[in-house]
């Protein structure tokens, strides 16, 4: 428990080393049957910031507690990429796109917590 709750911290940084703004965990470890135990979801501005978000959370997770995710999918037009670390799920989205899917509010019942951006 106490590694997923590093690895989402080191996710974070890796986000907003690349200026990923947004950000939500959605802490689902108190709800039954999910399939993982926290939700990571931010944006990117443009199909190439998300890509680069994808990339840094990617390295600093490697490179931090030597974590790579099992898939990573959506890189090819990089309007939404998820990458999936077991029990934690990362989200990058193009703002609009994350809007449409709404991810939030599926989990209305999880704590979410509102990362604040680095400006």
């Known amino acids: ?10 996710i ?17 470890t108190q709800i039954d049957g999910t399939i993982c135990q926290y939700f990571i979801i931010c944006e990117g501005n443009s199909p190439s910031q998300v890509g680069a978000i994808a990339e840094s959370v990617g390295d600093f997770a490697r490179e931090k507690l030597h974590e790579k995710p099992a898939h990573v999918v959506g890189l090819e037009n990089a309007q939404w990429v998820a990458m999936d670390y ?5 989200h990058i989205f193009l703002p609009d796109v994350r809007e449409y899917y709404d991810l939030e509010h ?9 990362i604040p951006d680095l400006d």
């Open 106 to 114: 599926l989990w209305d019942d999880a704590k979410l917590t509102r």
């Open 1 to 10: 428990m106490e590694q997923n709750k590093t690895l989402v911290k080191i």
């Open 86 to 90: 077991s029990d934690v799920l990362v």
């Open 12 to 28: 974070t940084e890796g986000i907003q080393e690349k200026k990923g703004r947004n950000i939500v965990v959605a802490d689902l």
